[in-house]
């Protein structure tokens, strides 16, 4: 079966940093994307791993542990316009297909 | 350079009323997919098209909804006698290709509302 699961909820503080995990379970496995998701907006692509390690973009970091099933993102500095959802997503491989298997998301609420 | 576009934005229809959800790729972007989102829930893969091919349908509910990727024009999700459980967001993604380490990127999505 396919299932993803990552925290439901979260909250930190301005300035801090927070980790949100995510774990999976695929039939397949070819990447898995960290995207941000304000309310009522697009999600928008933040991060890509595909291979186990940490990948760093400014303030974003990932990590992914194949053997494990398991991928954090990493957020340093918060500020107050990184409340949001971030959606942990993993490709689905097999056939022709390119799809994304997502997890439900955690809400994130940055606090003064 | 425009990113993914989706129209309309809003659509309210009523119960047994079809519905036209229309996505535009970013340019030079030739693979489209369509995920659905229901409220409190995650994004759902419903189908990935190429340029006039459907390549994956595997999410698409066996009636009432259907898709294309014309060589002309925007790809089209195409939803027939609408009922009150096909309320949701439903976001386009493209991307350059299908393979390797492609990034799929959303459009702002369209929310239907059946009353």
């Known amino acids: 079966g396919q299932n993803i699961d990552q925290p439901t909820e979260m909250t930190a503080t301005e300035g801090a940093i927070v980790q949100i995990n995510c774990t999976y379970q695929?039939?397949?496995?070819?990447?898995l994307f960290w995207y941000q998701q304000h309310a009522g907006e697009a999600p928008t692509f933040l991060s890509y791993?595909?291979?186990?390690g940490l990948e760093e973009k400014g303030r974003f970091s990932s990590f992914l542990s194949r053997s494990k099933g398991y991928s954090y993102l990493l957020l340093k500095e918060l500020q107050m316009k990184d409340s949001a959802s971030y959606l942990c997503?993993?490709?689905?491989?097999?056939?022709?297909?390119?799809?994304?298997?997502f997890g439900t998301g955690t809400l994130l609420a940055v606090q003064p | 350079n425009a990113g993914v576009m989706q129209n309309p934005r809003h659509l309210v229809r009523r119960r047994g009323q079809e519905a036209r959800l229309r996505c535009s790729p970013m340019?030079?972007?030739?693979?489209v997919y369509w995920y659905r989102q229901l409220p409190e829930e995650g994004l759902k893969f419903m189908v990935y098209?190429?340029?006039?091919?459907?390549?994956?349908e595997s999410g698409m509910p066996k009636e009432r909804f259907s898709a294309e990727f014309p060589k002309e024009g925007p790809s089209i999700l195409r939803i027939q006698q609408v009922v009150r459980g096909d309320s949701a967001a439903y976001f386009c993604?493209?991307?350059?290709?299908?393979?390797?380490?492609?990034?799929?990127?959303f459009g702002p999505g369209t929310r239907l509302l059946v009353l």
């Open positions: 791993n595909v291979l186990d």
């Open positions: 997503a993993v490709r689905d491989m097999g056939g022709a297909t390119n799809k994304l298997i």
């Open positions: 098209l190429q340029k006039e091919n459907i390549i994956d």
């Open positions: 340019k030079g972007h030739s693979h």
């Open positions: 695929t039939s397949g496995f070819n990447g």
């Open positions: 993604a493209s991307s350059p290709g299908g393979g390797g380490q492609e990034t799929q990127y």
